[in-house]
């Protein structure tokens, strides 16, 4: 928590975060790189989905991420509501839409490759139906804390809506669940059950963390963005 | 008396201006009318879309009514005066959504079965609609003013309202239209009517506060 304190203070963040991000960048591109060819060309396919498996190395991953983020939002927006950590509301802006990216990433991804596997680019399944919502919660933050003149309000009225909305998300998760099961009770969409074979399985795990090293990467660049832009604001504003 | 003076002022507000309301009713009755003109009149399928479609009217009706909801006492100053007030602004917030309540909740409770009788629904099924209405609706008041008093002052607030309410509206809408299509199908309601109801409880007991945190921000 101390260190969470310490860079707080934007400035000192920027220092640090010039000194992390070169590093950051190239042990993501080389994470991505070898995950790519792993998980594209190494990794075997699948004996019944055959190469379409391999959207999974991508879908799967931004899956989780695009959900961690959310969580990430609302950590953030409560430490900005309590704190008041000035850094929290420039991170909640720099993160909104990379997590938004990942959600469409997910999505994109999922409906071309419902589209060999199920026929269809997309159906009413609880799982897609509630990352669809959780892709709409990331709009309504990006709108609004880019709604207003004064920047700082957009900032306190998105961390409100993000720690209202975390809480939401296990309701809707579990309301969507219940109205897909009232209307079709059989559900065939599913990976077939925990057993996923190790040759699948550690591409996957390493996807995981090379797009996750983009994600922090990514936020961490837009944050010193984000800084910049706030200054020239203030600067414009004294003039 | 915070809560009691605050709530009056406000239905007195409506009663004198009777036509706010009625605007959003007629928008109730006339965006369920569309249906039967789009799809047809076959009443099978009236019958079967019915508890979706009014549930989903009712939902777009008291959307629009919100974005009044703070914004005049936004412009005119007595939020201001609500924020310096000697008893705590969750009431107030809570004194807001309860006349937002009445003056569309209500009102759309009782009209729906009207409505629900054209679309084809039998008995049993109105009954249930009216009883989903007035537990779940309490809830689309708390969700809906919590994002009007997140976009006061916003540029488009009454767009952003909808983008910010309706995904957080989704488990009430759902368990809403089920417990009356569980009654056509012949299952129990009371499941889905107790679940509405959880919901509605969980707005009442968490949303005023962030409502109230809104309102607080807004004022600074």
């Not at chain 2, 809403?176 to 499941?191: D, K, L, P, R, Y």
């Not at chain 2, 679940?195 to 409502?211: E, K, N, Q, R």
């Amino acid at each position: 928590m101390a260190d969470l304190h310490f860079l707080a203070n934007p400035a000192r963040f920027r220092r640090f975060s010039q000194r992390v991000l070169p590093a950051l960048w190239l042990v993501t591109a080389l994470a991505l790189v070898i995950g790519l060819y792993w998980s594209l060309v190494i990794a075997p396919p699948d004996y019944q989905q055959g190469d379409t498996v391999r959207i999974m190395f991508l879908h799967v991953p931004s899956a989780s991420l695009a959900m961690a983020g959310y969580l990430l939002l609302a950590a953030l927006g409560a430490s900005l509501l309590v704190w008041r950590h000035p850094l929290a509301a420039l991170m909640a802006r720099a993160t909104a839409p990379v997590g938004a990216t990942y959600a469409a990433v997910c999505l994109i991804t999922g409906s071309l490759w419902g589209r060999p596997m199920w026929g269809t680019y997309w159906v009413w399944d609880a799982r897609l139906t509630s990352f669809l919502l959780l892709f709409f919660l990331y709009l309504g933050h990006i709108a609004l804390s880019r709604a207003y003149d004064d920047s700082e309000r957009g900032d306190r009225a998105a961390a409100i809506l993000a720690v209202v909305g975390a809480i939401n998300v296990p309701i809707i998760k579990f309301s969507v669940d219940w109205w897909n099961t009232l209307h079709q009770p059989a559900s065939i969409m599913r990976l077939d059950g925990p057993s996923i074979d190790p040759s699948l399985l550690w591409p996957l795990l390493w996807m995981m963390g090379a797009l996750a090293l983009l994600f922090v990467a990514l936020v961490l660049m837009r944050t010193e963005t984000e800084i910049d832009r706030r200054r020239l604001e203030i600067a414009e504003n004294q003039d | 008396m915070g809560f009691g003076a605050l709530f009056l002022r406000d239905l007195r507000l409506v009663w004198r201006r009777p036509g706010d309301v009625a605007v959003v009713l007629a928008f109730f009755v006339v965006a369920t009318v569309l249906f039967p003109l789009g799809i047809g009149p076959e009443s099978n399928l009236l019958a079967r879309i019915a508890a979706g479609v009014l549930w989903a009217a009712a939902l777009f009706a008291s959307m629009l009514s919100l974005d009044r909801l703070f914004a005049a006492d936004y412009e005119d100053g007595a939020l201001d005066l609500l924020l310096l007030a000697p008893w705590p602004l969750e009431l107030a917030a809570l004194a807001k959504c309860a006349a937002h309540w009445v003056v569309t909740g209500l009102p759309l409770a009782v009209l729906a079965p009207l409505i629900g009788g054209a679309f084809g629904l039998d008995d049993r099924s109105l009954l249930v609609l009216v009883l989903t209405l007035l537990v779940g609706t309490p809830a689309l008041s708390l969700i809906g003013g919590l994002a009007a008093a997140l976009t006061l002052g916003a540029r488009r607030s009454g767009a952003l309202l909808a983008l910010l309410a309706l995904p957080l509206c989704v488990p009430t809408l759902i368990f809403g239209a089920s417990a009356i299509e569980a009654t056509a199908t012949g299952e129990g309601f009371w499941v889905h009517l107790a679940i509405l109801g959880a919901l509605a409880l969980m707005s009442l007991a968490t949303l005023p506060w962030a409502i109230a945190a809104a309102l607080r921000q807004a004022g600074e």
